[in-house]
Structure formats: structure tokens, C-alpha cells
């Protein structure tokens, strides 16, 4: 089983479509969460944290259920400029260990006009 | 302005033919870290540096080698490439964990594309 698990899509929606892209993890020992953006062939770049109250930003909304290693991301009124891979990302470094980054191997939306 | 940069950004090159691809970043970050991204396994940790002269293995270090001498450089080292190291690197920079936070965001370099024949 993979440590960080997710739906590869790809996820074809219209302009203005609410789409929800779902991660599992498997380390329950893991300490935080993200979201990154990656754009064909480019660096990816973190979207947003994930924290368990669940957090937004603007159209993007996230949550952690850690009792199901679940994590979540939610895109409201979609616009063009959201197609991208997006990457569920999991630390499992601690304290002074290290930012041990887990990458899912991510979903791709495609927002149609 | 911020930034990772990577050279080069393409390379072609023939199996055994050393070669290195330097990362350097300019926000003072200690920690740096190599990735490689393939399709379908994602991005995958080759090495990491906590800081100046220390570096350690992730999960892919078979074939590479890493040293960090100075703060703002980090080079991969291939000495032998091998067609299974074609892939997509990315090179990346943050501050530690520990400096109060559990995570600091991680910057990625724009990543250099590899084909070993």
C-alpha cells in the first residue's frame, strides 16, 4: 500500500463546478498535512496546510479527519486557471528530525470553459 | 527575488557519463533536499541536508551522491548514470522544522528534465 494515497483523475469539470479531491495516508504517526499545486512540468508550490479544525482560503477548503487518515480538498466555483496536478502531501519528520515530505502522486483537474 | 534555481534545465546524456546538476537557493535556508518525479510514483526523495556539511539519505539514494559545502548550494552527483535515472529532478529549500514550527513550506526549484541513453 502506498503511504500517501489519491485518486490520479483526471478530474474533467466545467467552469464554475464545485470538485473535491480526497488523500489517505497510512502513517498515523504522521504530524502535518498540505496541499501543493503543480502546473504541467513545473515545480510544484504549496497551495495551502491542512489543519484538523479544517481550514479555507478563498474557493479552496481543506480538512483532516485523522481518525481515518483522510484529508480533503475542496474547490468552489472553478476557473480555468485551477487546472492543475494537485498533490496531497504528508510530513512525517518530527521536531528536529527533518521535513520528511510523503507525495501523493497527484490529481489532475482540468477545468473546461 | 526568492528563489531555487537549477542548472541545467534539460540534459541528454549517454549511460556511464558523470555528471552533476547544481541547485543553489538565496533565502538563507538550512535545509535542502533532492527529489525525483516519475509518473505514477510521484515525488520521491533522493537526499536531504540539514546543513552545512550534513546530508542524508531519502528514500531513492542508489546512483547519486550529494555534498553541501556551502549554505546556498547543494549539486547531485550522478557518477555512472543509468537509463533508470532518467526521470524529472526537482531541488528544494526550506528553514529546519524545529525553528518553532512543526513545517516550514518547502520552495522548488523550476526542476531539470534528464534523459540517459
Known amino acids: 500500500r502506498k503511504e500517501v494515497e489519491q485518486d490520479p483523475g483526471p478530474f474533467n469539470v466545467p467552469e464554475g463546478a464545485t470538485v473535491a479531491f480526497n488523500c489517505t495516508y497510512s502513517?498515523?504517526?504522521?504530524?502535518?498535512f498540505f496541499w501543493y499545486r503543480q502546473d504541467c512540468r513545473k515545480e510544484p508550490k504549496l497551495l495551502m496546510s491542512v489543519y484538523s479544525s479544517g481550514n479555507e482560503d478563498g474557493r479552496f477548503t481543506a480538512q483532516l479527519n485523522r481518525a481515518s487518515q483522510y484529508i480533503s480538498l475542496l474547490i468552489r466555483d472553478s476557473k480555468l486557471s485551477d487546472s492543475a496536478t494537485y498533490l496531497c502531501?504528508?510530513?512525517?519528520?518530527?521536531?528536529?528530525?527533518?521535513?520528511?515530505?510523503?507525495f501523493g502522486t497527484g490529481t489532475l483537474l482540468a477545468v473546461q470553459p | 527575488e526568492a528563489q531555487v534555481t537549477q542548472n541545467p534545465r534539460y540534459l541528454i546524456t549517454v549511460t556511464g557519463k558523470k555528471l552533476t546538476v547544481t541547485c543553489s537557493q538565496n533565502m538563507n535556508h538550512e535545509y535542502m533536499s533532492w527529489y525525483r518525479q516519475d509518473p505514477g510514483l510521484g515525488l520521491r526523495q533522493i537526499y536531504y541536508?540539514?546543513?552545512?556539511?550534513?546530508?542524508d539519505k531519502g528514500d531513492v539514494p542508489e546512483g547519486y551522491k550529494v555534498s553541501r559545502k556551502e549554505k546556498r548550494n547543494f549539486p547531485l552527483i550522478l557518477e555512472s548514470p543509468s537509463p533508470n535515472q532518467t526521470s524529472l529532478y526537482f531541488c528544494?529549500?526550506?528553514?529546519?522544522?524545529?525553528?518553532?514550527?512543526?513545517?516550514?513550506?518547502?520552495?522548488f526549484g523550476p526542476g531539470t528534465r534528464l534523459t540517459v541513453l
Open positions: 502531501v504528508v510530513n512525517t519528520g518530527y521536531g528536529g528530525a527533518t521535513n520528511k515530505l510523503i
Open positions: 528544494a529549500s526550506s528553514l529546519p522544522s524545529y525553528q518553532g514550527r512543526l513545517y516550514n513550506e518547502q520552495f
Open positions: 502513517n498515523s504517526a504522521s504530524q502535518s
Open positions: 541536508s540539514m546543513n552545512v556539511e550534513v546530508t
